[in-house]
């Protein structure tokens, strides 16, 4: 099964494709969609969508993992990733693909086995699991690895074979 994880964004959205068989990752490829802060809020939506547009259709993912959107003190900041997140779903929609979602602590118990692992933690696992040389930068493409390897281990699991029959 090939799987784009998206860590969801407006300055950066991290990307990290995998294919996952027999309980083994290999990394296909991964990036940022990086959009400047001094560009129009509408174009910046623009450049996400099209870009992982074409992500999807160079790739060919099967299943896209997303990270949930989790509510922090910036209330705007909530908003703005929240629009970015539709784009990214409506990207997502119009390639045919299903998305699932996964919670930080989701993430964090299914790559590190602790739910209250640090960043660094993860971003080590993350490393270990796909066998790179190093951790992938910026943090973002870290992170949409980590998601997607959560849902390789989701979907190999009882519950996600059991959410695969809907």
Known sequence: MRILGIDPGYAIV????????NNNFKVVEHCAITTP????FNRRLEVIYDELTDLIKRTQPEVISMEKLYFNSNQKTVIDVGQARGVLMLAAQKSNLEVFEYTPLQV???VVG????EKKQIQEMTR???KLDKIPKPDDVADALAVAICHG???????GKLRNLK
Do not use: E, T
């Open 114 to 117: 602790y739910g209250r692992a």
């Open 108 to 110: 964090k118990q299914s």
């Open 14 to 21: 991290g990307c990290g494709i995998v294919d996952y068989k």
């Open 128 to 130: 270990v699991i796909l």
């Open 37 to 40: 802060a001094g560009m129009p």
């Open 153 to 159: 281990h989701s979907s190999g699991s009882l519950m």
